[in-house]
């Protein structure tokens, strides 16, 4: 099968869809971030052909080989998005790469990107992770420890999220989840919402989601052999 032709398809396919549940909903239509992650070039510079700027990426090594050397001659067009855990020696990359990191999820990690901003000169935009199934295997705030974390980015810290990421347990029905989550937010006073992937960002535009993050219905099966 063509790349170019499959993946120009599926971005328009999941466009329309995003703007179908938006405008059903009468909720502001959410960024479509194209989750790359582990997809080989040729796929990417089919979503590239086609139009996409925003991408997805969860591993800052693989990322920064990706969008630092391979596609390097894009990277100023682009919006690059860290969803995937961060390990407080790779903030420094994670910093000078992204513009937007998804997955801030402990007070060692904010201080490491502030001490980054300083050390690079910018300071990426950021989300707070909640572990709303307080899964063991999985990141993110457990959802009792929002509060008190949020206070401390804001007082100890001068930090102020764009919002909160969640990704629900794999086996429960989706809905229930991003309704806790935009509550959780409106509470908490953000507005940003990263929730939604590609079986299920059609349930969590009606709550409110602001970035949905969509790789596998776009880009075909990751194939991680
Ligand atoms: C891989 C991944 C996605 C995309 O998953 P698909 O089901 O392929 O759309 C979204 N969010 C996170 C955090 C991911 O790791």
New binding site residues.
Partial sequence: MNDHLTIADARTEILQRIDTASKTAGVTTPTLIA?S?VQPDNRIQAGLDAGLTVF?E?RVQDAQTRWGETFASYRNTLELHL??PLQTNKAKDAVALFDVI?TLDREKLAKALLNAADAVGRMPRVFIQVNLGEEDQKAGVAPDNLPAFLDRLRSEYKLEPEGLMC?PPINEPAAPHFWRLEKMAKISGLKGLSMG???DFETAIPFGATHV??????FGA?DYT
Avoid: D
């Fill in positions: 989750v992650k997805g969860n969803i995937g998804h990704i992937m590609s079986a993050r969509v790789g596998s219905a776009l990751r």
